[in-house]
């Protein structure tokens, strides 16, 4: 079964350090897997896509790595801000175009 | 618009009611999603739309839910006889992906929060 998992579920982080969110998923035959944020009551915000052939995106603070082979994703946030707070989900697409997610990071930049 | 809109943003009905739910994807997005997001399950895949194409139905998960997609475009969500279960924010997303290799990402509404009393 095509699974993708989130760990930890909540993290706290003093404002202006650098994290990192994990993301790992179960079949190495993935075709991209793409990071998004959600704020309360909102939709989901995509963040960075990254393809079977790329190892790593990066946009702004924000850098997102693929590793198939160890079946791991990490979303790498630089100098963490207050508004970084929100609900990080991951998810994989494993070819057949529709989305597997994570159960999500739950992020508190603690100012 | 911009981005996806989905309607009502909210909606409270009563067991065993049908509900529609809609969804306006980008203006040129090819392909159209529907998930379901609920306490204890997570985001979960409904339907897929791609142009033309006999719609993904795997992730419907009763014969009660149906969608179509008209011109391409617009897409409607019904429940039948709803359910307390059924209870969710469900939302659609849309992306140009036109099939082949998976490289666009997918482009999400804020989603219809449905509560069944």
Known sequence: KQEVTQIPAALSVPEGENLVLNCSFTDSAIYNLQWFRQDPGKGLTS???????????????????????????????????????????????????????????RLTIIP | GAGVSQSPSNKVTEKGKDVELRCDPISGHTALYWYRQSLGQGLEFLIYFQGNSAPDKSGLPSDRFSAERTGGSVSTLTIQRTQQEDSAVYLCA????????????????????LSIL
Do not use: M
């Open chain 1, 47 to 105: 963040l960075l896509l990254i393809q079977s052939s790329q190892r790593e995106q990066t946009s702004g603070r924000l850098n997102a790595s693929l590793d198939k082979s160890s079946g791991r994703s990490t979303l790498y946030i630089a100098a963490s801000q207050p508004g970084d707070s929100a609900t990080y989900l991951c998810a994989a697409d494993f070819g057949n175009e529709k989305l597997t997610f994570g159960t999500g990071t």
């Open chain 2, 94 to 113: 849309s992306s140009s992906q036109s099939g082949g290799v998976s490289n666009q990402p997918q482009h999400f509404g804020d989603g219809t929060r």
